[in-house]
């Protein structure tokens, strides 16, 4: 393992920690210090829903829109090596194809004609909870010695991924439901104003044609499993709600304002709440007195007080009305 790029790379992600760099512009500037630490000719870094480990955005080397479709197709067919769902539940959450890449229905289809023969996968995890992936791709394998060394920066990575989303305004977006109609190939059948608006409001980079990794992850996810998918998606103007229905021939994709719950649960994960915390949080909100969440959790009444303190202050919220406040449903 190179050890002195490595502890150069750990320290760079954690100055962009500091620097309150965006998720965006951070996974632009991984590029460069990714190669310090492992030579690659692809990248790609996505986040993900850590409640659903759906991919809601990438950043990367581009595809085109029949690519990306097919790769969301491959990956949740649920048939081929190193799926990113099953990483992000792994302890060893870094893998690469191996020896063998025409093994993989991906590397055959999309990746080998590239002239790419090898993909390093890791989920980008802490705290148990997923908040991207990385896909690094070269013409040559990679070594045991290269996969040590990502590994040993994906929990730094994930950090740094986290604190990016943490600066997302995390409220419910108030949007009137949108409808897209997609079928093969991502293509778009049909759509409502509202739904061809609210598309053009996910996060996409610029590099990739086509609908949103958002919306092709979960229409590909419905389509596979022949049943619904969701998916929640932080924007500039609040927490969006894509959910896919299978339909003959096609995916039914409708957006909406995200729920209460769902805000609450991703604005916990975000800030890191322990068990604990998360145990009293659930209880402030359903409106029990500390004296009553104490005898319910088997702790002393100032425990309770002491815990909610730090849940107000994680949060950034005053208090049990500013924690009911960002539990509540937007109007409209």
């Given at each position: 393992?190179?050890?002195?790029?490595?502890?150069?790379?750990?320290?760079?992600?954690?100055?962009?920690?500091?620097?309150?760099?965006?998720?965006?512009?951070?996974?632009?500037?991984?590029?460069?210090?990714?190669?310090?630490?492992?030579?690659?000719?692809?990248?790609?870094?996505?986040?993900?829903?850590?409640?659903?480990?759906?991919?809601?955005?990438?950043?990367?080397?581009?595809?085109?829109?029949?690519?990306?479709?097919?790769?969301?197709a491959i990956e949740h067919a649920g048939t081929d090596?190193?799926?990113?769902?099953?990483?992000?539940?792994?302890?060893?959450?870094?893998?690469?194809?191996?020896?063998?890449?025409?093994?993989?229905?991906?590397?055959?289809?999309?990746?080998?004609?590239?002239?790419?023969?090898?993909?390093?996968?890791?989920?980008?995890?802490?705290?148990?909870?997923?908040?991207?992936?990385?896909h690094l791709f070269r013409g040559s394998p990679f070594?045991?010695?290269?996969?040590?060394?990502?590994?040993?920066?994906?929990?730094?990575?994930?950090?740094?991924?986290?604190?990016?989303?943490?600066?997302?305004?995390?409220?419910?977006?108030?949007?009137?439901?949108?409808?897209?109609?997609?079928?093969?190939?991502?293509?778009?059948?049909?759509?409502?104003?509202?739904?061809?608006?609210?598309?053009?409001?996910?996060?996409?980079?610029?590099?990739?044609?086509?609908?949103?990794?958002?919306?092709?992850?979960?229409?590909?996810?419905?389509?596979?499993?022949?049943?619904?998918?969701?998916?929640?998606?932080?924007?500039?103007?609040?927490?969006?709600?894509?959910?896919?229905?299978?339909?003959?021939?096609?995916?039914?994709?409708?957006?909406?304002?995200?729920?209460?719950?769902?805000?609450?649960?991703?604005?916990?994960?975000?800030?890191?709440?322990?068990?604990?915390?998360?145990?009293?949080?659930?209880?402030?909100?359903?409106?029990?007195?500390?004296?009553?969440?104490?005898?319910?959790?088997?702790?002393?009444?100032?425990?309770?007080?002491?815990?909610?303190?730090?849940?107000?202050?994680?949060?950034?919220?005053?208090?049990?009305?500013?924690?009911?406040?960002?539990?509540?449903?937007?109007?409209?």
């Amino acid at each position: 393992m190179r050890i002195a790029a490595v502890s150069l790379a750990r320290g760079r992600l954690r100055a962009f920690t500091r620097d309150g760099t965006g998720a965006d512009t951070l996974r632009r500037a991984l590029r460069g210090t990714l190669h310090e630490v492992v030579a690659f000719d692809g990248y790609c870094v996505n986040t993900a829903d850590p409640a659903t480990l759906a991919v809601t955005s990438s950043v990367g080397d581009g595809l085109s829109a029949e690519d990306a479709s097919r790769l969301f197709a491959i990956e949740h067919a649920g048939t081929d090596v190193n799926r990113l769902s099953d990483l992000a539940r792994s302890r060893a959450p870094v893998a690469t194809i191996g020896a063998n890449p025409e093994r993989s229905e991906r590397m055959r289809a999309l990746f080998l004609p590239r002239g790419w023969v090898d993909e390093l996968r890791a989920a980008l995890t802490e705290c148990g909870r997923c908040w991207g992936y990385l896909h690094l791709f070269r013409g040559s394998p990679f070594t045991r010695q290269e996969v040590a060394a990502v590994r040993a920066i994906t929990k730094d990575l994930a950090v740094a991924l986290r604190e990016a989303l943490v600066r997302v305004p995390l409220r419910a977006a108030v949007v009137v439901p949108g409808v897209v109609v997609i079928g093969d190939a991502g293509r778009v059948l049909a759509t409502t104003t509202s739904g061809a608006a609210l598309v053009a409001s996910l996060p996409r980079d610029a590099r990739h044609e086509g609908l949103p990794h958002a919306v092709l992850a979960v229409a590909s996810q419905a389509s596979a499993n022949g049943a619904s998918a969701t998916s929640h998606v932080p924007t500039a103007d609040g927490l969006l709600r894509v959910v896919a229905t299978a339909e003959s021939n096609c995916a039914v994709v409708v957006i909406d304002r995200a729920r209460a719950r769902d805000v609450t649960s991703l604005t916990v994960a975000l800030r890191r709440l322990s068990s604990r915390e998360q145990e009293v949080c659930r209880a402030l909100l359903r409106g029990l007195s500390d004296d009553e969440i104490g005898l319910a959790l088997g702790i002393e009444t100032e425990t309770v007080k002491s815990h909610a303190k730090t849940v107000y202050a994680k949060l950034g919220v005053i208090g049990r009305g500013g924690l009911l406040a960002l539990a509540d449903e937007p109007p409209g």
